[in-house]
């Protein structure tokens, strides 16, 4: 079976555009995490979906950031009129149930860099 | 609120030598600890997990024992080899269902 899939796995854009990276769950997981890697701040929590519940969105460190997940696989998260301190790595993992004793399976990352 | 603090790096190391990474933590309630391992190139990977006190995770070599009265997760392994070189991350997890990080601390382990 796949793992966590992201797309792209770079992706260079300009200050001010707009960026959508996606994420494709581990088949039947239901749950479905974004965390965000900035060099010398460790790893963020972003956003959190677990079924057809509404997200939890308290990580999202401004109304810029944005995220959908349709039909309960695909995730897209984004991110509008970047800015430089957007550039991270954009990790996305997947659980089967959400529950706490779960184990959360990590994609490849999406690296951002806003020039 | 929920926190992570590990052993800031990085960390050098002989083949063989004995590795302690040091991980406390702040939660409010009961959280399920975690080591999780990031190698060169690839993405990050569980390492081991502890979901109660007292409990001893262990995984290719690596144990980290849930100590609640001193609210610690420290990753040990007595000899590391080579191809242990990574940045290791401790993780805590609670009811709201998001991890918690520490920063990472990087490991490179020297023939």
């Known amino acids: 079976g796949a793992g966590v899939s992201q797309s792209p796995s770079n992706k260079v854009t300009e200050k001010g555009k707009d960026v959508e990276l996606r994420c494709d769950p581990i088949?039947?997981?239901?749950?479905l995490y974004w965390y965000r890697q900035s060099l010398g701040q460790g790893l963020e929590f972003l956003i959190y979906?677990?079924?057809?519940?509404?997200?939890?969105k308290s990580g999202l460190p401004s109304d810029r950031f944005s995220a959908e997940r349709t039909g309960g696989s695909v995730s897209t998260l984004t991110i509008q009129r970047t800015q430089q301190e957007d550039s991270a790595v954009y990790l996305c993992?997947?659980?089967?149930?959400?529950?706490?004793?779960?184990?959360?399976?990590f994609g490849p990352g999406t690296r951002l860099t806003v020039l | 609120g929920d926190s992570v603090t590990q052993m800031e790096g990085p960390v050098t190391l002989s083949e063989e030598a004995c590795l302690t990474i040091?991980?406390?933590?702040?939660?409010?309630?009961?959280?399920?600890l975690f080591w999780y391992v990031q190698y060169p190139g690839e993405g990050l990977q569980l390492l081991l997990k502890?979901?109660?006190?007292?409990d001893k995770g262990s995984n290719k070599g690596f144990e980290a024992t849930y100590r609640k009265e001193t609210t610690s997760f420290h990753l040990e392994k007595g000899s590391v080899q080579v191809s242990d070189s990574a940045v290791y991350f401790c993780?805590?997890?609670?009811?709201?269902?998001?991890?918690?990080f520490g920063t990472g601390t990087r490991l490179t382990v020297i023939p």
């Open positions: 993992a997947s659980s089967s149930s959400g529950r706490g004793t779960d184990t959360q399976y």
């Open positions: 088949s039947g997981h239901t749950a």
């Open positions: 979906f677990q079924g057809n519940s509404a997200p939890d």
């Open positions: 040091n991980c406390t933590y702040t939660a409010t309630g009961y959280p399920s």
């Open positions: 502890a979901t109660k006190a007292d």
């Open positions: 993780a805590l997890l609670t009811g709201a269902n998001n991890l918690f």
